[in-house]
């Protein structure tokens, strides 16, 4: 184990990004994992997933309230999913802005919701909104022995 990746270990978090069913029927894939690689977080879980309805409730269980709910939970399980647990040191809230804003129209040019998509309804991903959110997500959508834990040739490119 490298010593640098050990002295930070308990700054590592997990964020739950996952490409929603517009994103998979777009083809954008490809896209999305490219700039989460390029970024330079590390990928520990992947998988192309139709999602039960109960999975989607419990998900946005706290948006039940809302208005939208019942066709946003149309909309997750309309078609499969791409789960995706990326780790690293701030990925959260890195994850957050390299998403871009949950309306579209108001996400920045060069995130992927301000460069990829117009609509709320079809914003193309979800990304864990707080580390503690990360980790239930993940342990939501990821059974146990889903995740693989390594270490990227790469690391002491990216972490001195
Ligand atoms: P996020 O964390 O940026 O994804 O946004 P929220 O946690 O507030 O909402 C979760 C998801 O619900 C969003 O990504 C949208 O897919 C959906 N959503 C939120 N607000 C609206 C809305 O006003 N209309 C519709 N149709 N969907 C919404
Ligand atoms: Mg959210």
């Known amino acids: 184990f490298l010593p640098h990746l050990v002295a930070s270990l308990e700054q590592v978090e997990q964020s739950y ?34 999602c039960p309805k109960e999975l989607a409730e419990e998900h946005y269980k706290d948006l039940k309230a809302k208005s939208f709910y019942p066709t946003l939970i149309d ?30 129209l108001q996400a920045e040019p060069g995130t992927i919701r ?28 990821f059974k146990e022995g889903e995740l693989c834990e390594w270490t990227p040739a790469q690391a002491p490119w990216l972490m001195e």
């Not at 499969?80 to 998403?99: F, N, Q, T, Y």
């Open 75 to 104: 909309y997750i399980t309309s078609g499969p999913v791409v789960c995706m647990v990326w780790e690293g040191v701030g990925v959260v809230a890195s994850a957050r802005k390299l998403i871009g804003s949950t309306n579209p």
């Open 17 to 50: 990004i996952m490409v929603k069913p517009d994103g998979v029927q777009r083809g954008l894939v490809g896209e999305v994992i490219s700039r989460f690689e390029r970024k330079g977080f590390k990928l520990t879980g992947l998988k192309l997933f139709q």
């Open 114 to 141: 301000g460069d990829l998509a117009v609509q709320t309804g079809r914003n193309v991903i979800h990304g864990s909104d707080s580390p503690e959110n990360g980790k239930r997500e993940t342990a939501l959508w």
